[in-house]
């Protein structure tokens, strides 16, 4: 993660939760709340809640929750609360299962950057070897160029906003 984080030239915090541990728990909350108060998004991309893996679906609930409290005077981590919220965006399914598509980002340009921060994943590509599981960068590609063709442009990236109470923004 650290070094597709420099390729991104973005930092990198962890909560230090162990690769399918993820759970919706106060202590993963207050992690994450504590994370978002360090960083002061003004806009979080989460899994969507109905993703296929455990993990995905924890992180989203844990995004929402996070996303909320961070900007909360009443929730106590040690830091301040956020002067607003921060907008949540839900990210796509992976392989575009069950995903209604709010809107569209235009990826085209960054694809070879993409393809290099996804090499990186090395535990996540060791398992494209075992039958069970699809070859991530062909899985990227191929979802990109669908989300592309229902968009109007040669590679795209779907979301959906999250439109709570107090939670929508204008861009």
Not at 11 to 32: H, I, M, N, P, Y
Not at 74 to 103: E, I, Q
Not at 119 to 132: E, F, I, P, V, W
Request: glycine residues 6%.
């Amino acid at each position: 993660m650290a070094v597709a984080a420099r390729l991104l030239g973005a930092e990198l915090f962890c909560a230090g939760v162990s690769d399918g541990t993820l759970t919706d728990t106060s202590v993963t909350r207050q992690k994450l709340t504590a994370i978002f108060r360090r960083f002061r998004p003004t806009l979080v991309l989460a899994h969507a809640p109905e993703d296929y893996h455990p993990d995905h679906r924890a992180a989203a609930a844990l995004a929402e929750a996070a996303s909320w409290f961070c900007a909360s005077p009443g929730y106590k981590t040690g830091s301040a609360p956020l002067a607003v919220a921060p907008a949540l965006w839900r990210m796509d399914t992976v392989n575009m299962t069950g995903f209604d598509p709010g809107f569209f980002v235009d990826v085209s340009p960054h694809l070879a950057l993409k393809n290099q921060m996804l090499a990186c994943h090395r535990s996540q590509l060791a398992r494209g070897k075992g039958q069970d599981f699809a070859v991530l960068a062909d899985l990227m590609r191929q979802q990109c160029q669908a989300r592309g063709s229902q968009s109007g442009v040669s590679a795209a990236e779907a979301f959906r906003a999250y439109h709570a109470f107090k939670r929508a923004r204008a861009w």
